[in-house]
């Protein structure tokens, strides 16, 4: 039976998170770009003034709503996460050098994508039952494109509730887990060769699954005011940290950033056959893998972060929209950025050998260990994990919690929230591979609602963007 539907889940993945999935996504971001005249270029000092300028700024939110800098760290939460370590590493592993170029192209189309999103969460957003502010694919696509569409919001708010459990909390904790299981065994607190070996594994990771309930049980429970709280200073933090730990392992790899760029835009354009593939095939996989992760790392076109968006108090659609672009900035263009050149800088993989022997976190890690030795290397990664994981678990417990709010009226809440709660101690000592790939599938299933209502809502962005910009002069 499991076979079967690992079967039948490959058989969806592989449209969902396939070259003609991917195109749509790039297409409606290409789309909306020229919608939008380019504005993530020509309107950049007004979105950067607006977002890296205000960062500091002081920020009072009304009952039911959070400040603006709030919900784009509870949105960063879930899109700065493990993807901007392991996926990283497996893109480059896969596609090349090059795919870093395609993943910056995907974040370019993109920033229009998630700002679009923003604005529409914003002027569709109701107050629940609790007076604050939820919004949406969900809403938008029922209060833009009418009644008549409510089964596709339905299907957008299913995908979302479940894709919550798997790829926003049982793998998160898993990773985790995991890291800091090989983190122990490498500073020696755990010995794998000791006849009890198997159940202090056990143990030790059921611990670590008991903490993360603990700490995200206290967070989620009370709602998004305190979700947005937490986030507000774990993201930034971690953010920061991850960067510094970036720029020192480049500075003292510095003699060989000219040639990681020139890898990448090399392998970028390469179409001349290699050791014994199609010319352009290198390419070609470039591309799928750039874009793939660029994708699944800013999750730029799913309208998972638009949830988290609706609860700004902002007056005006655009002003949380410049936010959107800002995210897919920080998310794909700094900090994945930052994972692949040190990657690159290091010397780890020799390209004209073929593809890298290692792939994920073992090869981030062997990266920055080239700067800061094995050990330290391991922790810092480890580290980077733990943040990025624990803040996707949150960001994703509140998508999860809008999307199943949505679906059954405000009922059954506490109920969803102590099943989130009790998936990350069963996910920290479980094998996932199943529940991966099927939350994989769901989370890229959530960008066909939402891409509909995208490219149908289109012309209400456009509209928006003008009222705004002519306000502003």
């Known amino acids: 039976m499991v076979e079967l539907i690992n079967q039948i889940n490959a058989q969806i993945n592989s449209f969902v998170w396939g070259p003609p999935m991917l195109i749509l996504i790039v297409g409606v971001g290409i789309f909306l770009t020229l919608r939008l005249k380019l504005m993530q270029i020509f309107k950049a000092p007004l979105w950067i003034k607006n977002t890296f300028g205000k960062i500091f700024h002081k920020h009072e939110a009304a009952e039911g709503a959070v400040t603006p800098f709030q919900a784009i760290s509870t949105a960063l939460a879930s899109t700065v996460g493990t993807g901007n370590i392991i996926g990283v590493a497996t893109a480059i592993a896969s596609g090349g050098p090059g795919a870093i170029f395609w993943m910056w192209v995907s974040a370019f189309f993109g920033m229009m994508t998630k700002y679009s999103e923003v604005v529409l969460a914003i002027h569709f957003r109701k107050r629940n039952e609790n007076n604050e ?16 569409f409510k089964w596709l919001a339905v299907l957008f708010a299913v ?3 479940l894709a919550a459990f798997g790829i926003g909390n049982m793998t998160q904790v898993h990773s985790i887990a995991n890291s800091l299981d090989t983190l122990a065994v490498n500073f020696g607190f755990l010995d794998p060769l000791s006849l009890d070996s198997a159940s202090t594994h056990i143990f030790f990771k059921m611990s670590i699954g008991l903490l993360i309930a603990l700490a995200v049980g206290l967070t989620v429970i009370g709602g998004v005011k305190r979700i947005s709280r937490v986030v507000e200073k774990v993201v930034p933090f971690m953010c920061v940290c991850y960067v510094i730990g970036g720029i020192v392992t480049l ?5 060989a950033l000219p040639n990681a760029f020139s890898l990448i835009f090399r392998y970028a354009f390469d179409f001349k056959a290699a050791a014994g593939g199609a010319a352009g095939y290198f390419v070609l996989q470039a591309m799928r893998y750039g874009v793939a992760r660029g994708v699944f790392s800013n999750e730029a076109g799913l309208g998972s972060a638009p949830i988290a968006h609706a609860a700004a108090h902002v007056k005006h659609p655009v002003q949380q929209g410049v936010w959107g672009i800002m995210e897919v900035f920080t998310d794909t263009l700094v900090v994945c950025t930052f994972t692949a050149l040190v990657i690159l ?3 780890v993989i020799d390209f004209s050998a073929g593809h890298a022997q290692i792939s994920g976190a073992p090869l981030s890690i062997a990266a920055f260990s080239t700067a800061f030795g094995a050990k330290f290397g391991s922790l810092f990664i480890a580290l980077a994990i733990v943040f990025f994981a624990f803040s996707t678990i949150l960001g994703w417990s509140l998508y999860g919690v809008r999307c199943f709010e949505f679906l059954f009226k405000g009922k059954g809440m506490s109920e969803y929230k102590m099943v989130f709660i009790l998936c990350t101690v069963a996910a920290s000592v479980l094998e996932l591979n199943t529940v991966w790939d099927i939350s994989d ?8 609602p939402n891409l509909i209502a995208l490219i149908a809502l289109s012309g209400i962005v456009v ?3 003008k009222e705004y910009l002519n306000d502003k002069k």
């Open 441 to 448: 599938t769901f989370n890229g299933l959530m960008a066909i």
């Open 345 to 347: 800088t290091s010397g």
């Open 251 to 255: 500075i003292i790899n510095s003699a």
């Open 463 to 465: 509209k928006l963007t």
């Open 133 to 148: 502010w939820v919004g949406g694919p969900m809403y938008y696509i029922c209060d833009g494109l009418g009644k008549n």
């Open 159 to 161: 995908f979302g509730s």
